[in-house]
């Protein structure tokens, strides 16, 4: 555990004793009864942990204060609800501290929620137009295809949203109300531990402890046993999965978490970093046209021709021999190095993403690429675990990828 001060407002850095990475809420999907939510409850190492602060210390937690936000409410004429297996996973981790004389801070800015409800409600609408639109000109058509560009980029802006922007809010009500325990959402947690030993945020915390996401595939099977059992008159939930119960007329399961280890949790932050890495430079993509920021790239190009955005890359190259050619790519995902040859028109090239690129969802495999020169662009296609065309360009005639 890292040696800590008391928080100090005068101090340069708020120092916080635990942070908690909560799963607060999930989703089993099987292919066969469809997708049911998770009613997850708090680990009880992590509620034990807690109440071990003593009587009388502040906990912080990633919820809203009660009556600040309306559970179901109309937004632009959509009717939106908070997920009810996040309040009542919240409202527990609540009752807890209150029981064990804690005090609470509420640490989710409302005012940036209630604006993601409304980004929400705007790209839910744009998702219909698309599938209407689709339904009546076909995905191939000129309109379609802007308007699937559009729904990328709203969604992009949607999760950087929710991600980034309300993260700032949630740092800045912890140092207002300078709590002594914070829980918050494994994905901020990850972050915020991952980059407090540096000083970022202006917050260093003590010690990291994650709760460990259910195994959505077990419990999904015993959702589908519980159908199966009701068919046979035998509803019933698999051993260890959790409880079946309905919930708002479907099958939900009521889960209790368990807490990761110390030495995991910590490891557990470097998904968390690769995907923000991710998130950020699908953002730069959409709002800015680049991933990188100050990088000059030797070409640019795309490996997703439908929506040039998602499949944005910029190539440098380090060393070329005259026909073995060796270098960096950058894309939405992550980084990568490359090994090709050119020879002519031809430029052929070999792929392979770095660790941290595929903790964030690029393939271990390498991928091949394979182009021919035309009208000062290399178009051709890419094979490995997935295929399909790319182009790319010198810079200086970049598409706006932004539209």
């Known amino acids: 555990m890292r040696q800590l001060r008391k928080p100090n407002p005068d101090s340069r850095h708020l120092e916080i004793e635990k942070l908690y990475g909560a799963v607060h809420g999930a989703w089993a999907v099987d292919r066969f009864f469809g997708s049911h939510e998770l009613l997850l409850r708090p680990s009880m190492e992590m509620l034990n942990g807690i109440e071990a602060l003593g009587r009388g210390r502040l906990v912080g937690l990633e919820s809203f204060a009660p009556g600040s936000l309306a559970e179901r409410q109309s937004v632009g004429g959509m009717a939106v609800a908070l997920a009810d297996g996040s309040i009542r996973y919240w409202g527990e981790v609540e009752e807890h501290c209150r029981a064990s004389g804690l005090r609470v801070a509420y640490l989710d800015p409302v005012d940036t929620y209630r604006q993601y409800i409304e980004m929400a409600v705007r790209h839910a609408r744009l998702s219909e137009r698309l599938r209407t639109l689709g339904d009546v000109q076909g995905m191939e058509s000129a309109m379609a295809r802007k308007l699937l560009n559009e729904?990328?980029?709203?969604?992009?802006?949607?999760?950087?949203?929710?991600?980034?922007?309300?993260?700032?809010?949630?740092?800045?009500?912890?140092?207002?109300?300078?709590?002594?325990?914070?829980?918050?959402?494994?994905?901020?947690?990850?972050?915020?531990?991952?980059?407090?030993?540096?000083?970022?945020y202006g917050i260093r915390f003590g010690a990291y402890r994650a709760e460990v996401e259910p195994d959505k595939g077990a419990i999904a099977r015993a959702v589908r046993e519980h159908y199966l059992g009701a068919a046979f008159g035998s509803a019933q939930a698999g051993e260890g999965s959790g409880t079946v119960l309905p919930w708002h007329g479907q099958v939900s399961m009521m889960y209790r978490n368990t807490l990761d280890s110390e030495a995991a949790s910590k490891a557990g932050t470097l998904e968390g970093q690769a995907a923000r890495s991710s998130l950020l430079r699908r953002f730069s993509a959409v709002s800015g046209g680049k991933v990188t920021e100050g990088g000059r790239p030797d070409f640019i190009g795309t490996w997703d021709r439908e929506v040039p955005a998602r499949g944005l890359f910029e190539m440098t190259i380090g060393s070329d021999s005259g026909r073995r050619v060796m270098g960096a790519i950058e894309d939405t995902i992550g980084s990568a190095l490359f090994v090709g040859s050119r020879h002519g028109s031809r430029f052929t090239f070999e792929k392979s993403y770095t660790s941290q690129a595929v903790l964030a969802g690029g393939p271990e495999e390498r991928i091949t690429y394979e182009a021919v020169l035309h009208d000062e662009r290399y178009v051709g296609r890419f094979h490995g675990p997935a295929s399909g065309e790319f182009e790319m360009w010198r810079p200086g005639s970049l598409p706006d990828l932004r539209r």
């Open 151 to 200: 729904v990328y980029r709203s969604d992009i802006e949607l999760k950087h949203f929710l991600v980034v922007e309300r993260e700032k809010g949630i740092i800045g009500a912890m140092r207002e109300s300078m709590p002594d325990c914070v829980v918050v959402g494994r994905g901020h947690a990850d972050i915020l531990w991952a980059e407090s030993g540096e000083g970022r």
